[in-house]
């Protein structure tokens, strides 16, 4: 049986006819750059969130590129953020001439550890990036005060995590800002790259906006240096087809990770923590197990999809080393890159898919 890690055509199968007649009206418009389509998504999701403005841009990066810039972050400031992400939170950082500072994960929940963000903080400390991983939010709370202390912004990095909740809250909606990524894979995922941010900073808006068409106001006129970041119109169609079943298909990877966890129960697997305070939406259903390697290459052996998030921690990528943020400085993020994988939670799996990926794991480790 073929299980594969993701199967986006199961999905498009069901709104097809919808997508492409979305997108016919922008097409019969001609309206290819911002208009009537992208302000539609940007009010939904604004609502969604339970924020008052959002911003459409081209990427969850530039959702966080934007985010930075228009905060002021730029050369030698510094941004405390986690290693165990993917590239995109540390490399915004950089690319705008900030400097990523790592804090080491809580080991259950592989965000963020608030209990060690206040003493990476310096005098050029300007912002904590937490990142919302694999669909469960961190825990905001702790990070939040500690910003407050220290007159931090707080970057929410919620690219995989629309919709999540922490005590209630939606993700983007407790920091300053909140950025996030319509990469196809995610829950509610484009037909290209997309991203938004959402904020309830009416004064941060105004400069998100602009600076997202090159700091530009009025036409030709330009205060700041900002970036080509503008959503593609093509984009919100689609997003706008398929976000009436974000949460449906948010319950179905909830249904299926509770499978899993009932199926690994009592053996060497470590199932996800969700935390009490938390609503996960599964972007990913990540285990812990001995013998990771061979049981990855066990599975593709046997047509069955998975993969590592993530293999390299950011502090010991090679682009960073400049940092001195060596082996050992964030022992939790280097241990959980070594045992953790990714396996097929995508909401059309069946019974009978997820009882495979089960047995073929178990029974390769007894």
Excluded at 133 to 141: E, K, T, V
């Amino acid at each position: 049986m073929q299980v594969p890690l993701l199967d986006l055509k199961a999905q498009y199968a069901t709104i097809k006819e919808e997508v492409l007649a979305k997108i016919n009206q922008v097409l019969d418009s001609q309206r290819c750059i911002g208009g009537p389509m992208v302000e539609e998504l940007e009010c939904a999701i604004a609502g969604v969130c339970n924020c008052k403005y959002a911003i459409g841009v081209s990427s969850g990066t530039d959702a966080l590129v934007n985010s930075l810039m228009s905060l002021g972050i730029g050369e030698g400031d510094e941004v405390i953020t986690t290693p165990f992400t993917f590239f995109a939170t540390a490399g915004s950082i950089a690319r705008v001439g900030a400097v990523p500072v790592f804090v080491d994960i809580d080991p259950v929940t592989y965000n963020i550890n608030p209990a060690i963000i206040e003493a990476a903080i310096t005098k050029k400390t300007k912002a904590v990036m937490p990142v919302h991983l694999f669909g469960q939010m961190a825990d905001m709370d702790p990070i939040m005060q500690i910003a407050g202390q220290a007159s931090l912004a707080v970057i929410e990095d919620a690219a995989q995590a629309i919709s999540a909740t922490y005590k209630g809250k939606k993700a983007g909606q407790i920091g300053t800002c909140g950025c996030f990524s319509f990469f196809p894979s995610k829950n509610l995922g484009g037909i290209g790259d997309g991203g938004m941010i959402v904020t309830n900073d009416e004064q941060l808006y105004h400069r998100l906006f602009i600076m997202r068409n090159h700091g530009m106001e009025p036409k030709y006129y330009h205060k700041y240096i900002g970036g080509n970041f503008r959503l593609d119109p093509i984009q919100a169609a689609a997003l706008l087809v398929k976000l009436p079943h974000l949460d449906d298909w948010s319950e179905g990877r909830r249904k299926n990770a509770a499978y899993y966890d009932k199926k690994f129960k009592g053996s060497v697997v470590q199932t996800p923590v969700i935390s009490d305070d938390c609503v996960s939406i599964y972007n990913q259903y990540v285990i812990r197990l001995p013998r990771r390697d061979e049981v990855v290459k066990h599975l593709q052996a046997n047509g069955i999809g998975c993969d590592i998030y993530y293999p390299v921690p950011m502090h010991l990528q090679e682009c960073f080393a400049y940092l001195g943020q060596g082996v050992g400085t964030c022992p939790e993020a280097e241990k959980a890159a070594k045992e953790v994988m990714a396996l097929p939670v995508y909401p059309e799996l069946t019974d009978a898919m997820q009882d495979h990926v089960v047995d073929t794991i178990l029974d390769f480790l007894s």
